[in-house]
């Protein structure tokens, strides 16, 4: 099984995916978020990672990126495509859209960001342009096409450090950044992911506008509904890949 999705939060467990078997990996950086989970989407075999845990229980600033991202590499995965729930800052980011972005901006900190951190290692000056694989992501979008759904295909990725959502004049901010979307654990996942050489794309389920981007308080409630809506069609876009 080369392919592995990680699910971030409102992906849990992955719809219509059959489980057959979960594996638990040592890592020299501890444990990962969760078992793995081997088992069947339709007629693709894959290996699902709840990253936040299963229950959802692990914040985006404590999750062990570096273990989660060696186990795979270690079951012999060798692309990844990461769900995340964001919030949409620009005008086609409307809640329940999905995104393929093509860009990031990390504002998180404190976090392990390589596997090269130890004093004796070598350091390793990654090429990180392009942030996200190119293939995977043509991929996701031709699936995308086949199922009829729409999704916006280029986005700038913005990474929070979190738990708390931004204030009204942090979006400010970031729109003047440049960023499209704003989410929790877009980093250090993607870095890590190229280190390793594993080819990675994050599909994006839009749960929320950003904060001052309406006149009300962004609730859970709200949010719930829009990834249960957007998280349907994750599961038929991902049944549709190629």
Request: proline share 5%; aromatic share 8%.
């Amino acid at each position: 099984m080369t392919l592995a999705i990680i699910g971030g939060t409102g992906l849990t467990q992955l719809e219509d995916f059959e489980p057959l078997a979960s594996h638990s990996v040592k890592t020299p950086y501890g444990s990962a978020s969760a078992d793995y989970v081997s088992g069947k989407l339709g007629d693709k075999e894959l290996i699902f990672l709840a990253r936040h845990g299963n229950p959802h229980k692990i914040a985006p600033h404590k999750i062990n990126y570096r273990a989660n991202l060696w186990g795979l590499k270690e079951l012999g995965v060798t692309k990844i495509i990461a769900v995340a729930a964001v919030g949409g800052i620009s005008k086609a980011m409307s809640p329940a859209q999905l995104v393929i972005p093509d860009q990031l901006i990390d504002y998180s900190y404190g976090r392990e960001q390589t596997f090269f951190a130890a004093d004796d290692a070598v350091v390793q000056h990654i090429d990180f342009t392009y942030p996200y694989s190119s293939s995977l992501r043509e991929k996701l979008i031709a699936a995308a096409t086949q199922v009829q759904i729409h999704l916006v295909p280029c986005a700038v990725y913005g990474c929070t450090q979190g738990p708390r959502l931004e204030t009204a004049a942090e979006i400010v901010r970031m729109e003047k950044d440049g960023c499209d979307i704003v989410g929790m654990t877009g980093m250090p996942e993607a870095a890590l992911a190229r280190e390793l050489n594993l080819p990675y794309a994050t599909l994006a389920v839009v749960a929320n506008w950003a904060a001052g981007k309406t006149a009300g308080e962004i609730t859970l409630a709200d949010i719930e509904r829009y990834l249960k809506i957007g998280m349907v069609n994750v599961a038929l876009l991902l049944k549709a890949l190629p």
